[in-house]
């Protein structure tokens, strides 16, 4: 499908919080089986993760095939359809080059941003931070006279059109068959009309989500499928578009 015919439409700032309430409606709907879906994806990425080097690469570039799994299931439940553990794997069944293609263009944006953020830090430095170790005056003094606060502005300036371009590619990918560049630019122009409802839904999702992680971090057994819905939710509001039938893709 054309990318020119498929154009996300503005809504009111309190759909922020429609998204989420309709997201928890979703998950209310069948929680055990949302449950389940979200430990077994969380199983998946423990192991990738483990793999040196490869594994969380690997990871990343197929979070897109996951999420169009579990939107897949968010579109059969509003048809009165179970939600069952295939729908996880619908992904890989369906566009399942261009979603792996979505997850390496975002995956190759975010290597280039947190590039830029750490560019005035030096070899030393950086494996310290990473390693979790205390810097020194010297060192700190060091980076802040490389520009390293202005690096990270320029970096997490970036980092948000990433993420308005990101948020319904896998959705535009899986369910209107656009190529992954075309489902960038639409969803980035669909969240530039819709900041404020994004700022709304941003704002009380991250108060959700540490209300969540309180009691030993059960919640976000609750929290994360919900918002994990709301992906779906928000969707639907801002693409009020006909039920598009995709076939089947080879890899």
Not at 104 to 128: E, K, P, S
């Amino acid at each position: 499908m054309n990318a020119a015919h498929i154009e996300g439409r503005s809504v009111n700032a309190g759909d922020g919080w429609k998204w989420i309430t309709q997201g928890f409606a979703l998950f209310k709907s069948n929680p055990g089986m949302w449950i389940v879906l979200f430990i077994i994806y969380l199983i998946i990425g423990v192991i990738l993760s483990k793999v040196p080097m490869i594994g969380p690469i690997i990871l990343n570039i197929l979070a897109p095939v996951f999420v169009a799994g579990f939107m897949s299931g968010c579109r059969d439940m509003e048809k009165g359809e179970d939600l069952e553990i295939n729908h996880l794997f619908y992904g890989f069944k369906h566009h399942t080059s261009q979603l792996i293609t979505v997850g390496g263009l975002y995956f190759t944006g975010i290597i280039i941003i947190v590039g830029i953020m750490f560019a005035g830090v030096d070899h030393a430095t950086l494996q310290a931070l990473l390693d979790g170790q205390k810097l020194s005056e010297q060192q700190a003094e060091v980076m802040l006279q490389n520009g390293f606060l202005l690096y990270m502005l320029v970096g997490a300036a970036l980092l948000m059109p990433l993420m308005m371009a990101y948020w319904f590619a896998p959705l535009l990918v899986a369910f209107h068959g656009l190529k992954p560049v075309e489902a960038f630019k639409v969803s980035f122009k669909a969240s530039l009309r819709n900041i404020m409802p994004f700022f709304v839904y941003s704002l009380i999702a991250m108060v959700l989500l540490i209300v969540a992680a309180i009691p030993f971090g059960l919640g976000m057994l609750v929290m994360i499928p919900t918002m994990m819905a709301s992906l779906y939710t928000s969707y639907k509001d801002i693409f009020p578009m006909p039920e598009i039938v995709e076939e089947p893709e080879e890899i």
